[in-house]
């Protein structure tokens, strides 16, 4: 069977954790084994998940247990966006021969896109993209703006911890006093 990459995206409150959902219930239906893998941190009503951390030993981790399961006709990962660029090299292994279904946020809090999503959509043969609606507006909302956030936290477990809501490009803002240093050079040439 030749495999192939299918990536659910879009902002926070787009519904693609349900998206991803949806697919494995279809498998799950058609007696179709799959695993399905998930950040820690990630919460979620999917029981099946097998839970791991996002930096290289975790899709190491992925591999081996992925590889102990030939009979998984399908392999998910859901929050991709959170895990290092290694999961690209398990993604492009696992594709040769089974489908995979990627879901996570395509762009972070500043509007820029995450690597890791971004090389993924890059190789995807089917990509479907969700929107949702706006909490200011009411309009079709395609960012995720960070509403509250502590900044007495180091930054990277702030914006874990932080609190996001979905908005439109009209009504999206970039915190002025909370700019990652990553984003400064790409949001200058904007």
């Known amino acids: ?4 990459l299918e990536i659910v995206c879009g902002p926070v409150g787009s519904g693609k954790s349900q998206e991803l959902e949806r697919r494995l219930f279809a498998l799950q239906q ?3 084994p799959f695993l399905l893998f998930r950040p820690d941190f990630l919460h979620s009503k999917m029981q099946d ?4 951390g996002t930096d290289k030993r975790a899709v190491e981790f992925m591999m ?4 102990k399961f030939p009979e998984a006709e399908a392999i998910s990962v859901d929050g991709a966006n959170f895990y290092s660029l290694d999961i690209l090299h398990a993604v492009e292994t696992w594709m040769k021969k089974k489908r995979v279904i990627c879901a996570g946020l395509d762009t972070d809090f500043a509007g820029k ?5 971004a090389m993924l959509l890059a190789i995807a043969d089917d990509i479907h993209k969700l929107s949702a609606i706006c909490t200011v507006c009411k309009k079709t909302a395609t960012r995720s703006q960070i509403v509250e956030i502590d900044t007495k ?9 932080a609190f996001y809501e979905p908005r439109c490009l009209e009504c999206h803002q970039i915190p002025q006093d909370y700019m990652p240093k990553s984003n400064l050079r790409w949001m200058m040439e904007r």
């Open 153 to 161: 936290l180091p930054q990277d477990i702030a914006e874990q911890s």
């Open 113 to 117: 896109p995450f690597e890791t999503m």
């Open 30 to 32: 058609a007696r179709m």
């Open 64 to 67: 081996h247990v992925a590889g």
């Open 49 to 52: 998940a097998i839970k791991t």
């Open 1 to 4: 069977m030749a495999g192939r």
